[in-house]
């Protein structure tokens, strides 16, 4: 008897932004054919990329997320720029976010190192950059800053950490929040 393969699911673990952020941020690039915008309501703060994990470890996953978010309040953050990453063969546009306390790294490190002790995540050797990817660079593009990029959303407080799963579509993929916890001191 042959056996079944575990179903699997794409996670992430981000901050969620404030609606009117995501709103001003949605706002930023405008359509073109060579990118691919990211929806509004995709907007968000990667902290952690899980990648394809088994779906038993979603409760796991969310209870480690939620126990190393405990105690932290609102993450203050600001927008600075768009940035074209990398800067040579731009595969994304993304509004850099200055973490001026730091919290927003702290979190990030508690979070990697909460899920990466127990085995569910492999923590990035690259510094961590906080950011909300605007559009992504379609195959076979090539493409620089693109022209009418509007000011930046003021600063803003990010008070949500959620754990979503990312189903891949050909026009982009859709996020669905899993477990959403609130920050608060």
Known sequence: ???SSPSRA???VALELP???RAQTARLVGPDDAWRLVSPASLHVTLVFLGWRAEEE???IGALTARAAAG???I???PTEVRVVPPRRPRLFA???DDPVGTCGELQGAVSAALAGVGLY???KRPFWPHVTLARVRRGHRVSMPSGVGSPPPAFEADRVVLYRSTLHPKGSVYEPLQAFTLEK
């Open 95 to 97: 509004l850099d976010l």
């Open 1 to 3: 008897m042959a056996k």
């Open 72 to 74: 932290v309040g609102p």
């Open 10 to 12: 794409r996670l992430f």
């Open 76 to 78: 203050a953050l600001v």
């Open 19 to 21: 609606e009117a952020t």
């Open 58 to 60: 979603i409760e796991p």
């Open 122 to 124: 492999e923590a990035e």
